[in-house]
């Protein structure tokens, strides 16, 4: 799993050259309830702060395509049991929009409960969906479940029927 590791922080440090930006990128291996996950963490000691919005995105857009390349191509053609999640950090945006994302879930989870009426939440990215999804699970007399088409599909929270 190291050399996938390096392999990963190594294309993504390559991928970055290639727009012009020199950048040193660290692996890190990291354990949640979801499982393991590699973590490519970007260095933005060198990069500019326009640079880092930029990486970023609006709404964390460009972060999350970077991921979905980094994911798509270092999983090519690899059996579902040897594929890697990986995860791609730049000035502590994932680990706060995690945080963010639990807060969301805990809230709706309560509005949820507590009316008897289904909850929805807009504005979530797939993976984002995925991930109020996983928090939400273990939530005791509750479902969620998907509703709409993209760009407009909507995370509902309700009680279990």
Same mark, same amino acid.
């Given at each position: ?7 990963? &922080? ?19 291996? &990291? ?16 990069? $500019? ?56 879930? $805990? ?15 807009? &504005?979530?990215?797939? $993976? ?31 009680? &279990?029927?």
């Amino acid at each position: 799993m190291t050399d996938r590791l390096q392999i990963g &922080a190594q294309w993504l440090a390559s991928l970055l050259e290639f727009q012009g930006l020199s950048a040193k990128v660290s692996p890190q291996m &990291a354990s949640d309830d979801s499982g393991d996950s590699c973590w490519l963490v970007i260095d933005e000691s060198s990069l $500019a702060i326009d640079q880092v919005n930029h990486l970023i995105g609006d709404k964390g857009e460009v972060l999350d395509s970077i991921q979905y390349l980094v994911n798509t191509i270092l999983n090519l053609d690899k059996p579902q049991n040897e594929q890697l999640p990986y995860t791609v950090e730049l000035a502590g945006y994932r680990a706060k929009r995690i945080a963010e994302l639990r807060e969301i879930a $805990a809230d709706a989870a309560e509005k949820a409960m507590s009316s008897g009426q289904e909850f929805e939440i807009s &504005a979530l990215s797939s $993976a984002e969906r995925r991930q109020v999804h996983h928090f939400l699970k273990d939530y005791e007399g509750l479902e969620t479940f998907s509703r709409g088409k993209e760009p407009d599909r909507r995370l509902v929270v309700r009680q &279990a029927e």
